[in-house]
Structure formats: structure tokens, C-alpha cells
């Protein structure tokens, strides 16, 4: 596991520790769509909100979009037609948080939720603090080369190195040399790692 990894799963735990009632990671969106993302809210509210598309309609993801820092859901006053936060609260998120950061171009929002009480100032701080470290250690890593998605596509395909090379019309070696390669850019410590990575990243 990179190390890059095992920090957001470290930052992961930290959150689910913060967030009785579950929590919702969105981390590096681009154009509308998260490059990762999490949520540990009861299931019976996360199928409702992809049943309703409410994360086109969620005043806590507009939040997030237009501004960032952090604060309590209590405290954000913009339309709510859908009665999102409403129905949230019906399924035990009755008191919740959301931070937001990162540029518009990439930003990552994460939302917190609890049934018993508000969330402190010091809570507060400490979300968008450990937003801000998901943020960071989800950014996705350098492009990759051409050649280099080649290699991981037709490894990906269960082609074995020998064959993998000679659809490439290129030598063994040099095919695990691009493998190599992508391994070192994306920070992974195996083949394997580095396709799951690469897939997660969008990079193939």
C-alpha cells in the first residue's frame, strides 16, 4: 500500500471516529464527479439519495461548491425544495457538519452526521482540517504516458506479460519496464495496485 494510501485510510478512521451517525467523503471533483468517494451513512438513506439523484438537489453540496471552510448544517440557509436535510433527518442525521476545500477545478467536500447533539467549534475545526488532508492525500498523481496505459490496459485485460508484449509488438522487457514506470508515477508498490489506482484516478 502506498503511502498516500495509508494515510487516507488513517484520515478515514479519524473520521468515522468523529461521526457517530456516518459520514460522506467526496474528494477531488471535476466536473460534477468525485474521484473518490465514500459514504457510511445507513443504507436505507443512501439508496433514497441515489434513488432521488439528490446529489444534484443537495443544499449541502451547493454549499460546498460555492465557498469553503466549514460549518454546521444547521447553519446553511439556502433553498431546500427537495427537503433534503429533512428526510436526512428522519434516517437519525438529525445534527450534522460539512467542509469544503480545494479550488473549483477540484474540491473536496466531506459532511459528518450525529442524532444526539451539535457539533463543537473545536469539532468543526477539526473537520476541515482532516478534509483538507483527505483532499491532499487523494490528489491524483501526474498524467499517465501513453505507453504506460497501454502496459496496464492489457494487463488489466488478463493478458500475461509475454502476450501483453507481443500485442504491443514491443519486448517483455520493455513492457515491464512501462509497467515499472506507472507503478513508480501512481506510487504503488505492485501491478495490481497500480491498475486499482489507475482506474480510480480515471487515468485509464
Known amino acids: 500500500m502506498s503511502e498516500k494510501r495509508r ?88 445534527y450534522g457538519a460539512v467542509a469544503s476545500v480545494g479550488k473549483i477545478t477540484s474540491r473536496s467536500i466531506v459532511g459528518i452526521a450525529r442524532d444526539d447533539r451539535e457539533f463543537t467549534d473545536g469539532e468543526i475545526e477539526e473537520l476541515e482540517d482532516l478534509t483538507r488532508r483527505l483532499h491532499d492525500s487523494a490528489e491524483p498523481p501526474e498524467e499517465l504516458t501513453p505507453a504506460m496505459v497501454e502496459a496496464l490496459v492489457l494487463i488489466g485485460q488478463g493478458y500475461r506479460h509475454a502476450s501483453a508484449a507481443r500485442e504491443l509488438g514491443i519486448s517483455e522487457s520493455a513492457l515491464k519496464a512501462r509497467l515499472s514506470s506507472a507503478r513508480e508515477r501512481l506510487g504503488a508498490q505492485t501491478t495490481a495496485e497500480a491498475l486499482r489506482m489507475a482506474r480510480e484516478y480515471r487515468l485509464i
Open 7 to 94: 494515510l487516507m485510510v488513517r484520515n478515514l478512521q479519524e473520521l468515522e471516529r468523529m461521526a457517530p451517525n456516518g459520514y460522506s467523503v467526496g474528494l477531488n471533483i471535476r466536473f460534477a464527479s468525485p474521484m473518490y468517494f465514500k459514504s457510511t451513512y445507513p443504507q436505507a438513506w443512501q439508496n433514497t439519495y441515489a434513488h432521488n439523484n439528490y446529489a444534484l438537489r443537495d443544499p449541502l453540496v451547493f454549499w460546498g461548491i460555492s465557498q469553503t471552510g466549514a460549518t454546521r448544517w444547521s447553519k446553511i440557509n439556502l433553498p431546500d425544495p427537495f427537503g433534503v436535510l429533512k428526510q436526512a433527518h428522519d434516517h437519525g442525521l438529525t
